[in-house]
Structure formats: C-alpha cells, structure tokens
C-alpha cells in the first residue's frame, strides 16, 4: 500500500514570515491595551455620573435656598402691625422695602383672591383678581405655606410663579394670603451660581412637566412641557439616566426633587460628551495598533532585505561552486553569509550558529513580550492568586477596584491635591459596616495625592481581611485607627485590632505585599505588622514630605 506524499505549503519569502512574527508579537499587546483602555474609560464614565449627580443636588440647594429666603421674608412680613391694623397704605411701603430680588414681586390677596397690594402697582390702583387661586386656596386650607406651579402674571404677563404664606387674625383663621410672585428668569439667574462647563444645562421643572427655569435659552424654553416619555423619566428617576432632552439631543440627565417646591431639578450634559473616553480610547487602540503594524512591517521589509542580499549571493556561490567555477569573494552585511561563500566546508556549522542565534532573538523578545503583559495584568493575577473560584477573583479583583475609586473619588473632591487623613480613613471602613465599630483619633492632617492612593490601598486590605477572618466578622470586634505627628515633622499611623479572632493573613498574599512591601516602598518609608491573640496590628511611618503644610 503507497502513502500519498504530504502536500506542503507554497514557500515564502524570509520578508513575508518577518512580518507574520512582527505580527504575532503586536497583536496580544494590542489586545491587552485594548482592554486596559475600555476599562479606563468606564472609570472614567463613572465619575462623570457621578458628577452629574452632584451637580443637580448642587443645584437643588441653591434653588432651595432662595424659596427659603422668600418664606422668612414672607413669614416676618406677615407679622407685621400694620396688616393687624389694615394700614395697607404703610404695608405697600413696608413690603417694597423688604423687596430684595429685582424680579419679584410681593402680593397681598383676601380669602375672595382680590388683590390687595402688589408692589408692581402704585398703592390704590385698581389690580385684578390673582392668576394662580389654585395655590391661594391650597394655603387657606392648609393653613401652611405653599410653593406654586409655573403660570402667567395677571399684571406683568411674564411667566412667574408664587411663593405664598397665610396671614391669620386673632382667631387662627387665614384672613389674607402674602404672596412673593418671582419671574421664572429669577430663576434662571440662581442656577448660574453653580458653575458648570459649557456644553452642561441646569433646568426646573415643575410638577406638571412646564419647563420654568434653564441655565441656557431661557426665553425659548420656558413655558414649553417636556415630552412625555421624558417627562415620565423626570419623575420616577433615582439614579442618573439616558434620556432626549426637549430640544431632541441624547443626553445623560440627573433628576433630583425639591424640598421646598413641587419642582424637578436637573442637570444634564449631551450623551457624546459622556461617550468621549471611550471614543478616545478606541482612538488611542487604532493610532496604537496602525503605528506598530507600520512600524512592524517596515523593520520586517528592512531585516528581510538585509538578510536576502547576502543570501542570494551565498546561493550564487554555491551554485557556481557546483558548477566547477571559481567563487569571487565578495563582502556581504551578513557575517554568516560571507563565512558560507569563504569556505563551504563550514557552511553547516555556521548555519547552525544561525539557528541559535535566531532562538535567542525569540527568546528574547518573547520574554520582553511576557514583562509587558506582566505588567498590565499584575493585580489581576495577584488577586486569582487568592482567588478559589471565579466569582470570587472577580469579587475581590472590583472590591480593589472599588477601593482604589475611593480614595480617587476624595482627591477629586480636593481637585487632586491630596485629602484629609480622617476622611480617608472613613471611606475605606464605610463599604465594610465598620463605622460604627471603629475609634478613629488623630489630628486634622493634610496628605498628598501619592500618600492617598497607597494609605488608601493599605486600609481597603486591611478592611477587607478584618471584614473576612478579624474583628468585623464578628459583632463584638473593634478596630482602632490613631496617628500622631512625630518630631521629624511625619505622621505615625497604626491600625489595631480587639476582642476578635486570632489574627489571620495570608503571608504570600497580595493584602500581605501591599501592607508589608508595595506600601511602605511607594512611600520611602517603613512599616510594621504584628499577628496578636486579639487581632492584626500595622503601623506605618509616613514620612513628613506627603504631609501638607
């Protein structure tokens, strides 16, 4: 029985395997950046939500605060003598005089909605009845003040709202209802106090879903509803949300609820600003992967053409050798090569030079190669490390994530300058239910943004091993965090444990490195870790030069 021959593949050029093997090299780093890079740019989404949150609660504050200032402005001028009397003559002047904001009014109606006294009029002329009786009326039977909805002015027919108190008599009952009416511009004008980019919007709206005030194209707007399933969104939204704002942009909205008024706060800023950094990062990933594959491919074209040159003419040699011709010795780029035309006696010695020669250069990139990934994949690998099953890895690799977001999330508050040691210490114990089990002393001490991020990593494993094997996993354990100034001008920290289990860490572990090694030596200083009977003690010199004065 005869065996078909093995059908072998077409030969290739030296260029054409050079550029395969610059390829195979680039792609797996290009495939790890690529994940590295998406990573980065969720984080950084992240923060933008959370921004976005912050600032509508921001702005809820400032709105707030004027409706606050209306009322106990509305609430001393309802005690005044003069309306006891009925002199509204002298109540006209009083209630101009106690008039701050430029575009308010301030209204005094019966129980019959007939106005009384409007400071927009000369007192004694003739004013019509009130445009929003709705509200007039929910005070009179509430007996309480009340905040109105979007409406029409009867005398300015601007958009306004009211912000309104009873006025009772001698029997309790509501004899007139004192009225602050504010243009919805006002409005506007206090949500500029919060300073926002130019592509984020600040907006009102009111419980009926009228736009009353924005921070840009206030008089387009205002007035207008917004759409429905945007409107339904404004209602019911607890966390920051996808949504198409009323001009038809995709944005990303934050809504939070007045405590003083029936009115919806927001901020929004447009979907593309938020989906930059990952558009940017899959830039970065193209620019990166173009330029390596160029580049690749130009070293490979360059080493085949050095490498072919003097090959061809070693074949020529070989060939005129068998041809009984005499060989010219020429000089080739290629040592090799021009040993192989001397004598062809050693040709398979220094062929097998060349093996070897082309073995170390794998080696050596391969290994060059595995130190890159080493490096972006480090945390990961230390935490499966530690890790029986995958949910677990993955549960412990986004706790140090998470961990690592918090101390990033207190520099940001300082604008990256650093952060208060107390308010360090708190945000890493609080994800653990430990504040209420933790004495936390020590003076108010300034630390810098490297003294932050790697404090801050040493008490999330810290945290984490306690909550795990140590005192916070059990109800009667307590953990004491002190540090004091020494007298070389640097802070010492220590982080004590009692009335819990044996102490318990693993030694080869990565919460181990990071208290005992990674900490210390970011910091150029030094640390000290004891196993006790009652629990884990680490103490910590940082030194005086991440301590802000």
Do not use: C
Not at 91 to 107: G, S
Not at 279 to 305: D, E, I, K, Q, T
Not at 513 to 541: C, H, K, Q, Y
Request: net charge neutral.
């Amino acid at each position: 029985m005869t065996r078909s021959p093995v059908k072998l593949a077409a030969p290739q050029r030296v260029r054409t395997y050079l550029a395969l093997f610059a390829l195979a090299l680039i792609l797996p780093v290009l495939a790890v950046s690529f994940f590295g890079l998406n990573r980065m740019a969720a984080i950084e989404q992240s923060q933008i939500e959370r921004r976005v949150m912050q600032i509508a609660q921001n702005l809820r504050f400032v709105v707030d605060r004027e409706l606050d200032r209306a009322l106990v402005t509305l609430e001393t001028l309802a005690t005044s003598s003069e309306l006891r009397t009925g002199n509204m003559s002298a109540f006209h002047r009083q209630a101009v005089l106690a008039l701050k904001p430029t575009k308010a009014a301030i209204v005094l109606i019966d129980t019959s909605y007939r106005q009384l006294v409007d400071t927009l009029k000369d007192f004694g002329a003739e004013l019509p009845p009130t445009s929003d009786p709705v509200t007039a009326q929910r005070v009179i039977d509430t007996g309480k003040p009340q905040i109105s909805n979007l409406f029409r002015g009867s005398v300015n027919g601007l958009p306004v709202f009211n912000v309104e108190v009873p006025v009772f008599d001698d029997e309790k009952r509501v004899r007139y209802v004192l009225i602050m009416s504010f243009q919805a511009a006002y409005v506007a004008e206090v949500l500029t106090e919060v300073r926002l980019d130019p592509s984020w919007l600040a907006g009102v709206t009111d419980s009926k879903g009228i736009v009353l005030a924005r921070s840009q194209q206030q008089d387009e707007y205002v007035g207008k509803p917004l759409p429905p399933e945007l409107f339904e969104q404004t209602k019911n939204a607890e966390q920051v949300y996808p949504a198409t704002n009323i001009a038809g942009d995709r944005i990303l909205r934050a809504t939070v609820r007045s405590e003083r008024a029936p009115w919806f706060v927001s901020a929004t800023v447009p979907l593309s600003h938020t989906q930059e950094p990952y558009y940017r990062g899959l830039f970065f990933v193209a620019l990166l992967a173009a330029m390596a594959l160029v580049l690749g491919g130009s070293l490979a074209y360059l080493f085949a053409r050095l490498m072919a040159r003097p090959l061809d003419a070693a074949t020529q040699a070989a060939a005129s050798v068998g041809r009984g011709e005499d060989v010219n010795t020429v000089q080739t780029s290629l040592v090799e090569a021009n040993v192989l035309i001397e004598t062809l006696a050693t040709a398979s010695k220094e062929l097998n030079e060349r093996a070897q020669h082309s073995d170390f250069l794998m080696r050596e990139l391969v290994h060059r190669a595995k130190n890159q990934l080493a490096v972006v994949k480090g945390m990961a690998l230390q935490t499966a490390r530690e890790s029986a099953t995958v949910n677990e890895f993955i549960d412990q690799f986004d706790r140090r994530i998470l961990g690592l977001a918090q101390s990033q999330d207190l520099l940001l508050r300082q604008n990256w300058r650093g952060a208060w040691l107390h308010d360090l210490v708190r945000a890493h114990l609080e994800p653990f239910g430990a504040g209420s089990r933790a004495d936390i002393s020590g003076p108010d001490l300034f630390l810098d943004t490297t003294a932050v991020q790697n404090i801050g990593f040493a008490l999330h494993e810290l945290a984490t091993n306690a909550s795990k094997y140590g005192v916070l996993s059990t109800d009667a354990g307590r953990v004491v965090i002190v540090w004091r100034q020494v007298e070389e001008g640097g802070i010492r920290l220590s982080w004590s444990e009692s009335d819990g289990p044996p102490s318990h860490m693993e030694r080869e572990g990565f919460g181990h490195r990071v208290i005992t090694e990674l900490v210390p030596r970011a910091l150029n200083s030094s640390s000290i870790l004891d196993f006790t009977p009652r629990g884990i003690r680490w103490e910590i010199l940082i030194p005086a030069g991440h301590v802000a004065r």
